[in-house]
């Protein structure tokens, strides 16, 4: 089992940034997958990013590329989401996943390919 839990969420005026955090425990692998996803109000479950825990890869929704970020930190089991340049299409709540996945695009950005959760965190951005 691996436990995630997200923390950072947030109001923030559009423009703004946000960091999110999850913190990864239990029986963490290296060859984990680490996603962030959304789901909005009224909105299906969205891909944000992923990282390759291992190699550090990473691969984002065409939406957020260029303006979010994932990183992690092996030290501490972390995997961190930097959000830049806010807007209120981004309002949702937000969720980091795990799982072990062939890094392929299709497979990245696919809910189903992840078999761990967080409890979510709210971000909120107004216009």
């Known amino acids: 089992q691996v436990q995630l839990v997200e923390s950072g969420g947030g109001l923030v005026q559009a423009g703004g940034s946000l960091r999110l955090s999850c913190a990864a425990s239990?029986?963490?692998?290296?060859?984990?997958?680490l996603g962030w996803f959304r789901q909005a109000p009224g909105k299906e479950r969205e891909f944000v990013g992923a990282?390759?825990?291992?190699?550090?890869?990473?691969y984002y929704a065409h939406s957020v590329k260029d303006r979010f970020t994932i990183s992690r930190d092996n030290a501490k089991n972390t995997v961190d989401l930097q959000m830049n340049s806010l807007k209120p299409e981004d309002t949702a709540v937000y969720y980091c996943a795990a799982g072990f996945l062939t890094w392929t695009p299709g497979r990245i950005i696919s809910d189903m390919s992840y078999n761990y959760w967080g409890q979510g965190t709210q971000v909120t951005v107004s216009s």
């Open positions: 990282i390759w825990w291992s190699g550090g890869a990473t």
């Open positions: 239990g029986r963490t692998s290296s060859t984990y997958t």
